[in-house]
């Protein structure tokens, strides 16, 4: 039985299409091998070495994914995710709580996301995120990629009470120790000039 990759560039490369019957086959590999492990909700093919458009996933029941393609998605969402490729790596990434797909096995259309009427609003979500997921690793996507991080927020400058500071209402400029410039500051009429020109 083959070994899922971790931590290999292979994982970077876009998956070749395949004929609906080959890659029936596959999946059925991939799902003997994700029933094995038990550790995982989803496989692509190349996770595997089997570089073909090819993946599964089992969140609500089985479903296989040929040559799949998203053609709509909505509602941005940040998930926190892991990968069998990436053991003990999860991490935030920005995704969609909605997403429609179409599959060379699949006459119709797929829809996945959570809801309203249902019970299963959070599997509904999970297997939308999961579908994502496993198209991306098709396309040579990995949640590395699509990593969300936060950006630092910026401390203010603080000022000693007795430093000079220029401040402006945006028409008059005055300089002035900090401590005499607050009362103006906290009027919410003048602000510390931080340059450009005064209107």
Not at 83 to 110: A, G, M, Q, W
Request: charged share 30%.
């Amino acid at each position: 039985m083959r070994e899922v990759i971790t931590w290999d560039d292979s994982l970077t490369k876009p998956c070749e299409e395949v004929s609906v019957e080959e890659g029936e086959k596959i999946a059925a590999e991939l799902f003997e091998i994700l029933n094995k492990r038990k550790d995982g909700i989803g496989l692509a093919a190349n996770q595997v070495g089997i570089n073909k458009r090819v993946a599964v996933l089992n969140v609500k029941e089985p479903i296989v994914l040929i040559n799949p393609v998203v053609i709509e998605n909505s509602d941005e969402v940040q998930y926190y995710e892991g990968c069998l490729s990436f053991p003990k790596k999860s991490c935030n990434t920005t995704r969609y709580k909605n997403v429609v797909i179409e599959c060379d096995n699949h006459e119709s259309e797929l829809s996945f996301g959570p809801s309203s009427w249902d019970d299963e609003n959070e599997l509904g979500l999970l297997e939308s995120i999961c579908v994502q997921h496993e198209i991306d690793h098709l396309n040579g996507i990995t949640i590395m990629d699509r990593e969300y991080k936060l950006e630092p927020i910026k401390a203010e400058k603080k000022f000693g009470r007795n430093e000079i500071v220029g401040i402006t209402d945006g028409k008059d400029y005055k300089e002035m120790k900090y401590k005499k410039a607050l009362p103006l500051l906290n009027s919410g009429d003048w602000e510390i000039y931080i340059g450009g020109p005064i209107t």
